[in-house]
């Protein structure tokens, strides 16, 4: 049923467009122990960096599973700003997807990355995710790479909205949407809640698809109206980044959760630490892109392992 959306453009060699490596390496041995971890972090002034592996304890699914390889492909930037078509395609997806997404809670890993910043071994929070989890979860200093689910901004006009408002709007404009997709995932006995991504999208018969209205614009009228979050083949933009850079670079340490490392999004972070001798430790599941540049890599589940490392920094 799922049909790919197409395959996000691959930008040059340094691109900071959000482009991703298909293949990663698939060893998966750890470096270093837990004690090295702990006394990594027992330092202080560590700069984390999450991705989606973080949220899956949360219900979020990762793109990747546990040999990195990708599951599902997301709608890129150029074929959402291309065509209505797509825009509609994308609303009528993410209005589905969105009310388990906005459903989901902090886990335990949230809740301990929140901990070991008031106990203050942790500055600040770099996060790939767009849930705003972290923040739920009562941290502070956190910078969103990839934007923040809770918005929306008008391509043609640039006005921002909520997230939440505009999801009443498509309700009101969709009555019974919602009806007749639990009809249809009934039908094909689809379990449609585990097809959820990390953004909130969700696979969608094409027939339900053309039925929906997408969500126009207050000010402008146009039905341009798009996530406040960098899609795929979209840039972070640079503002963000020369933060993320500063914050790395005077970090005592970069600890990574739950991120592959597979977009240079994130990557690079890793690898400006790397250059600048600060220590950097993953924790995933999956193997990583950065595994080269890691000081200390575990190959660990993140809710226990960041239990573990509470306790044993005492708290
Ligand atoms: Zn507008």
């Known amino acids: 049923m799922h049909q790919a959306d197409g395959i996000p ?7 900071t467009r959000l482009a991703t490596s298909r ?23 560590v700069v984390v960096l999450s991705g989606a592996g973080l949220s899956t304890e949360s219900g979020i699914p990762d793109y990747r599973g546990p040999d990195g390889t990708r599951r599902v492909e997301p709608m890129t930037y150029g074929e959402f700003a291309g065509s209505s078509d797509a825009r509609r395609r994308y609303w009528a997806r993410s209005y589905i997807g969105w009310q388990r997404f906005n459903a989901a809670e902090p886990n335990e890993g949230h809740r301990v990355v929140t901990e070991l910043q008031r106990s203050g071994y942790v500055d600040s929070v770099i996060t790939q ?7 739920a979860a009562g941290a502070s200093d956190v910078v969103e790479l990839h934007g923040s689910l809770d918005r929306a901004v008008c391509l043609t006009c640039g006005e921002v909205t909520s997230r939440l408002g505009l999801h009443e709007r498509m309700t009101e404009a969709n009555p019974g949407f919602m009806e007749r997709f639990a009809e249809a995932a009934a039908a094909v006995g689809s379990q449609w809640g585990e097809q959820v991504r990390p953004d ?4 969608l018969q094409d027939s339900l698809v053309e039925s929906f209205h997408t969500p126009r614009c207050l000010v402008c009228g146009h039905d341009t109206v798009k996530p406040d979050v960098v899609f795929f083949g979209e840039s972070v933009p640079k503002t963000v980044v020369e933060q ?4 790395v670079e005077a970090a005592g340490a970069v600890l ?4 592959s490392l597979a977009v240079m ?6 690898r400006r630490a790397h250059q600048r001798g600060v220590p950097v430790a993953i924790v995933t599941r999956s193997a990583t892109r950065g595994d080269a540049e890691a000081t200390v890599r575990l190959h660990a589940p993140l809710g226990s392992t960041l239990t573990q490392l509470r306790g044993a920094l005492g708290h």
């Open 200 to 203: 909130g999208d969700i696979v």
């Open 265 to 270: 999004s994130g990557y690079r972070f890793v």
């Open 256 to 259: 990574v959760l739950g991120s």
């Open 23 to 45: 293949t990663l390496p698939l060893e998966t041995h750890d470096l270093g122990t837990f004690d090295d971890l702990v006394d990594l972090v027992s330092g202080g002034g």
């Open 9 to 15: 453009p691959r930008g040059p060699g340094g691109s």
């Open 244 to 247: 993320c850079f500063s914050l």
């Open 129 to 135: 995710n767009v849930d705003g989890l972290h923040q």
